[in-house]
Every structure is written in structure tokens, then in C-alpha cells.
């Protein structure tokens, strides 16, 4: 009996000492998933950039394509409000095509000109398919391996948060676990546009732009 008290009184503190922790949790500390990948594509511009080139900066990462007629403009205008909002010289966008094929950097560049991006960080990127895809890999990231196929231009609506020292970062959940990556695919709630569009709400789209702010004042 006083084995099984003993056992009972560690489970009960250790109990009280898993809430404190909780309640105590610092949410404004984002967690550090990863050293972004190595990348080095072409710009819009022909000019080759790299992360080592991204440094000094806080900025996102996604894949897309430009002829992509359902979740890149939905990710597009997110990046684009988030940008317009955020307004600070230190943040950018890499942007990378997964249909280079097509993608060239003249069309790349038509796409930013359409768009209206100023941002001088915001690189519209593309290469060879092959190491696009194994980049994709290395950021856990999803896209369509079958490059032949429909399923190659298949790619996910999550974004990558890289902050000034090159390292992947993200916020904690409500349970406290990492997200680790961001939905770019949060349609506005106000018009019923999660119905007419078949899409889902997702809050990490708002959390973004709060966790880029607490990135710039690193």
C-alpha cells in the first residue's frame, strides 16, 4: 500500500508540474524546426540567388506555378497582403516554380510585373526540375514527383518561415506542439468565400504575419 501511495503522489505531482509548465509556456518564442536547405536558382531577373543570399533577411518560402488556376492565387494574395502589411526592407519572398519547363524567368518576370511586386526581396525563381524537387524534399515540403504527369504540377499550400540566421522557425500550437510550417491558404471568412471555394480556414495565415514581426525584431 504505501509503494502504490508513493507511486500515486509522484503521478499526481508530476501532473501539477506538467500544467505549471503549460500555463506557464512562452507562446511568443517560436520554435526552431531547421537550417533552411541549401538552394541556388535563377531569378525573374536571370540572377542566381541562393539562401546565402537570403540572410540578413526574414522571408517565405513557396512552391507554385504560374498557370496553377486553383491555390497559387489564393497564396498569392495572402503573400501579397502579408507583404503590403508588413512594409519593412528586411523581409522577402522565394518564390519557386515547379513547372520550370514553362516558368522562365521572362515569364516569371511577366507574372511579378502582373502582380505588382516591389519588393526587392521578392525572387520569382526557377532551374532544373529535378533539383527543384529534391529542394522540395529537403524543406519537407510537397510537390508531384512525376514531372511527365498531371500529378507533377501536384504541390502543397504550406509556407516555410525562415528567419535572419537562415533557420526555419514556427509557432507553438494551442497544445503547445510546433506547427512547423504555415498554410498559405486561408480564405477570408467574411464572404463565404470557404464554401464557394471548397477551401478550409486556417488560422496560421494571421499567426504569420504576427511571428515575420517578432522574426524582425530579432
Not at 536571370?46 to 486553383?70: A, D, H, R, W
Request: aromatic share 12%; glycine share 6%.
Amino acid at each position: 500500500m504505501k509503494k502504490q501511495f508513493i507511486v500515486g503522489l509522484i503521478l499526481v505531482i508530476s501532473s501539477i508540474v506538467v500544467f505549471i509548465l503549460y500555463k506557464n509556456f512562452n507562446r511568443s518564442e517560436l520554435f526552431t524546426v531547421m537550417k533552411v536547405p541549401n538552394f541556388e536558382l535563377t531569378n525573374q531577373d536571370n540572377q542566381k540567388i541562393s539562401n546565402q543570399n537570403m540572410l540578413g533577411k526574414v522571408y517565405l518560402v513557396e512552391f507554385f506555378f504560374t498557370n496553377c488556376p486553383t491555390i497559387c492565387p489564393v497564396m498569392k494574395t495572402n503573400i501579397m497582403e502579408i507583404e503590403k502589411e508588413i512594409n519593412h526592407p528586411d523581409f522577402g519572398v522565394i518564390s519557386i516554380t515547379i513547372d520550370p519547363k514553362r516558368d522562365t524567368p521572362e515569364i516569371l518576370k511577366i507574372q511579378k510585373n502582373r502582380l505588382k511586386v516591389q519588393n526587392p526581396n521578392w525572387h520569382f525563381l526557377t532551374g532544373d526540375r529535378d533539383y527543384i524537387y529534391n529542394v522540395s524534399k529537403e524543406f519537407n515540403i510537397y510537390i508531384g514527383k512525376d514531372y511527365a504527369s498531371s500529378e507533377g504540377l501536384n504541390h502543397s499550400g504550406k509556407l516555410a518561415l525562415v528567419d535572419k540566421n537562415g533557420m526555419i522557425r514556427s509557432r507553438y500550437d494551442e497544445k503547445g506542439m510546433p506547427i512547423l510550417y504555415y498554410s498559405g491558404l486561408n480564405y477570408s471568412d467574411a464572404e463565404g468565400q470557404i464554401e464557394s471555394l471548397g477551401g478550409e480556414f486556417h488560422p496560421e495565415i494571421n499567426y504569420l504575419k504576427e511571428d515575420i514581426l517578432i522574426l524582425l525584431q530579432e
